[in-house]
């Protein structure tokens, strides 16, 4: 069965700093990685995806992320966090054996970026 | 092209009511998925519909929950006798394809 885990609820970081919110999953085959914003009160918007390729995914936002297949992770970066990026972020992942399978999300990290 | 469509936005129901709950895919998308989230929670999945097609509903309470998506017309989630447990927000998604998933902005559902 796939999962993905986030393993921190909240990340606080001070706005121009770096910030990584961490997601780790497990599928049986080769996974398709997504990452999703959501702000207060509205739908998930698409930030970026893994699907093939170089491991380094760059994504909306000046957000990116990078595929380490070897720790099953797909940490979430952004080099100089603004204070509107503070939303609620979620990974997901399918796996790509399993054609339309739906995508399966981890609990979401708040993140809070500080003026 | 517009996004995936949802209404109502917010839906107060009092428990033993029904809940209807729409959502119309983005044009020329023939795959829908419905989420709910729970507060505090991620998004968990509910069901999977092609055109006129249940196509997964491992994630569907196995009562009082109906989901369709017919040949015209957008995809409808019902819950009937609804209960306080029920109150979430609901996501749908659309896809061309059935891989890449386009969510709407959500129904969110209170049960009094």
């Known amino acids: 069965a796939q999962s993905v885990a986030q393993p921190e609820d909240q990340v606080n970081v001070a706005e121009g700093n770096p910030l990584t919110v961490k997601c780790t999953y497990s599928?049986?085959?080769?996974?398709?990685l997504f990452w999703y914003v959501q702000y207060p009160n509205r739908g998930l918007q698409f930030l970026l995806k893994?699907?093939?390729?170089?491991?380094l995914v760059k994504g909306s936002y000046g957000f990116e992320a990078e595929f380490n297949k070897s720790q099953t992770s797909f940490h979430l970066k952004k080099p100089s966090a603004l204070v509107s990026d503070s939303a609620l972020y979620f990974c997901?992942?399918?796996?790509?054996?399993?054609?339309?399978?739906?995508?399966?999300f981890g609990k979401g990290t708040r993140l809070s970026v500080i003026a | 092209n517009a996004g995936v469509m949802q209404n109502p936005r917010h839906l107060v129901r009092r428990r033993g009511q029904e809940a209807r709950l729409r959502c119309s895919p983005m044009?020329?998308?023939?795959?829908v998925y419905w989420y709910r989230q729970l507060p505090e929670e991620g998004l968990k999945f509910m069901v999977y519909?092609?055109?006129?097609?249940?196509?997964?509903e491992s994630g569907m309470p196995k009562e009082r929950f109906s989901a369709e998506f017919p040949k015209e017309g957008p995809s409808i989630l019902r819950i009937q006798q609804v209960v306080r447990g029920d109150s979430a927000a609901y996501f749908c998604?659309?896809?061309?394809?059935?891989?890449?998933?386009?969510f709407g902005p959500g129904t969110r559902l209170t049960v009094t």
């Open positions: 998604a659309s896809s061309p394809s059935g891989r890449e998933q386009y």
């Open positions: 599928v049986s085959g080769n996974p398709y």
């Open positions: 893994y699907i093939t390729g170089d491991n």
């Open positions: 997901a992942v399918r796996d790509k054996i399993s054609g339309n399978t739906p995508l399966v």
């Open positions: 044009k020329g998308h023939s795959h």
């Open positions: 519909l092609q055109k006129e097609n249940i196509i997964d």
